[in-house]
């Protein structure tokens, strides 16, 4: 499902949390639990401290089931690997402010290959570098943790640049989603929602919880 509005509220269980063994198996078993996209972190042990999967799971997935793919580059060098995982079969790509590239252009590359383009920000990343680059985008990510690993807590004080976001969007009628990944449970999603973002990243509240289903409606209704 790809909401049509930013009023729309967004449950992307994070791929990193499942079992890598039965990929297909538990991307199914999220669509059956009720998400609405699937959230596939790739990290190149370079732009963040861990390697997950590159390419070839993006196509894998997206070759097993239907369901919409969120990627997220948390890698130095976006622009260079972009045209693999456009062809892998991404729907939505987003890439870091503070990786090396020409930000603009790699946003306008994703979105001539007819995919949502989404930007991101660490928590340490003040929200003004991500001001030029508002009207080129369909998603904003502000990082509740440090990236590269899962499990860590969430950082409430992101939730001013959630807020700024927001604000900023109203004032220049703009209509990109707002994202927040990391450490999302039904408490801090509730958090998330009242200051501004729609769209939830859960892993390990997703795929490790007994009752799939229902930690996602949990989140949903936070």
């Given at each position: 499902m790809i909401p049509k509005t930013y009023l729309d509220r967004v449950i992307a269980p994070s791929l990193l949390a499942a079992n890598f063994s039965k990929v297909g198996e538990e991307t199914t078993r999220a669509i059956n639990a009720g998400?609405?996209?699937?959230?596939?972190?790739?990290?190149?042990?370079?732009?963040?401290?861990n390697i997950s999967f590159g390419p070839a799971m993006v196509q894998a997935v997206h070759e097993s089931n239907d369901i919409f793919l969120d990627v997220h580059l948390m890698i130095s060098r976006p622009d260079h690997y972009l045209p693999r995982f456009i062809a892998a079969g991404s729907d939505c790509i987003t890439v870091h402010v503070e990786a090396d590239h020409n930000v603009s252009e790699t946003l306008g590359r994703i979105r001539d290959a007819g995919c949502l383009a989404g930007l991101a920000l660490n928590p340490a990343t003040p929200f003004s570098e991500v001001v030029p680059f508002l009207h080129e985008i369909d998603l904003l990510l502000c990082m509740t943790v440090v990236p590269g690993f899962g499990g860590q807590p969430f950082m409430q004080e992101v939730m001013s640049k959630v807020e700024a976001a927001a604000a900023y969007r109203q004032e220049h009628g703009l209509s990109y989603h707002i994202e927040v990944?990391?450490?999302?449970?039904?408490?801090?999603?509730?958090?998330?929602?009242k200051a501004g973002a729609n769209v939830m990243v859960a892993g390990s509240t997703t795929f490790g919880a007994k009752d799939m289903a229902a930690a996602i409606e949990a989140i949903r209704n936070a």
């Open positions: 998400a609405d996209w699937l959230h596939l972190d790739v990290m190149d042990g370079h732009f963040v401290d990944d990391g450490g999302i449970s039904a408490e801090t999603a509730a958090i998330s929602y």
